[in-house]
């Protein structure tokens, strides 16, 4: 029920402002790049090739990326001297800040998703001959374990508005929908061979998935939207180096005297 009130908030905040003539907003959006550099970059989608350096980010290992609306917090996770940590990246200054260490969680950070508020924050990890998926308690630290995927290698996922998960798997090349129980049905190739880190996240203006994916055999970025019925990946922007990346898309709060943006 609070999924479909989100998505008629949605609905209704948006046919009033086209009403009233007010143009939407352009989608503002987040790259952190891993390689050459660590730094935090924003942008106006889709024009990801402008993006302007917000700042230096002194956490490495950062493999880890999710955007929570309700907040407006730019969340990360990786491997840091204490085990793997999430914390927050500050939008104006990239200053890291943990917020608390993860307990139970395997192998190596490959991706982070969550809708934000009260709803899951989904991460996956890799040993490299599998992947799991959990959630995470932000409070505690503590993870449960939702999935084990053997032979598919999920470099990073993204949640659409109604919480199925969407994941990406640099093994097949392809993109594959992640339902409740945790079961992954493959939805298609994207067409490029790719590699080390990715990124991925949808619009929540538009609900089209977009992907930062690293192409070793180039040594760039293809920054892609994706098509979610084949998997195919329509590159819009090369980009230099390995990122991760988010979108800021609006999105709605429902309190019990109206709505908030």
């Known amino acids: 029920m609070c999924k479909l009130l989100r998505r008629v908030a949605r609905l209704l905040v948006s046919t009033s402002v086209l009403a009233s003539g007010v143009l939407c907003a352009q989608t503002v959006g987040y790259q952190l790049q891993v390689w050459p550099e660590t730094r935090l970059e924003r942008f106006t989608l889709p024009d990801v090739q402008s993006a302007t350096v917000v700042g230096p980010v002194s956490q490495a290992s950062l493999f880890g990326f999710a955007y929570d609306p309700y907040s407006g917090e730019l969340l990360a996770a990786g491997a840091g001297d204490t085990g793997v940590s999430l914390g927050r990246l500050d939008p104006e200054t990239a200053a890291w800040t943990p917020i608390v260490v993860l307990t139970g969680v395997e192998g190596n950070v490959m991706g982070l998703a969550t809708l934000g508020g009260d709803e899951p924050l989904y991460l996956v990890t890799s040993d490299g001959d599998g992947t799991r998926l959990y959630t995470i308690d932000r409070a505690t630290g503590e993870s449960t374990l939702r999935s084990s995927f053997f032979g598919r290698m999920f470099v990073d996922i993204a949640v659409d508005e109604t919480g ?85 898309g609006p999105g709605i709060r429902i309190f019990g005297d109206g709505f908030e943006p």
């Open 164 to 248: 199925l998960l969407f994941a990406h798997c640099i093994i097949s090349d392809a993109i594959y929908r992640i339902d409740s129980t945790g079961n992954a049905t493959l939805i298609g190739p994207t067409g490029l061979s790719a590699n080390y880190a990715q990124g991925m996240d949808f619009d929540r203006s538009s609900g089209e998935l977009y992907a930062w994916i690293y192409v070793d055999t180039t040594g760039s970025t293809a920054f892609s939207r994706i098509n979610l019925e084949t998997g195919a990946a329509t590159v819009l922007h090369p980009l230099v180096g390995e990122f991760e990346g988010v979108l800021t």
